[in-house]
């Protein structure tokens, strides 16, 4: 399975990008796909997740009325708007999905490897 972000790039606070990402494999279905982020010098963090079954998304509260996910649960896509953007989202931007339910909501079977967000002040 490979996933391929695409999208990320060099914004000034206050404006918005839209990252994509698709997810391939011969047989491979999603059961749960998100996007995650890791700044310079931090842990990787989650930032969102959708679980196709019900449509049920969850975000972190540092991007929750600025962050939307939204895809298709068909092509194993996923896109991430993000708007009003500010200094503190720079980071490399990873797309992520899982094939089967897990208790953990946050739990990725797969990993893209990102993509470049950075925000000037």
């Known amino acids: 399975v490979q996933l391929q972000a695409s999208g990320g790039g060099l914004v000034q606070a206050g404006g918005y990008l839209r990252l994509s990402c698709a997810a391939s494999g011969r047989t491979f279905s999603s059961y749960t796909m998100g996007w995650f982020r890791q700044a310079p010098g931090k842990e990787r963090e989650f930032v969102v997740v959708?679980?196709?079954?019900?449509?049920?998304?969850y975000y972190s509260d540092s991007v929750k009325g600025r962050f939307t996910i939204s895809g298709d649960s068909a092509k194993n896509t996923v896109y991430l708007q993000m708007n009003s953007l500010k200094p503190e989202d720079t980071a490399v931007y990873y797309c992520a999905a899982a094939s089967s339910w897990h208790p953990d909501i946050t739990y990725m079977d797969y990993w893209g490897k990102g993509t470049q967000v950075t925000v000037s002040s």
């Open positions: 959708i679980r196709w079954s019900g449509g049920s998304t």
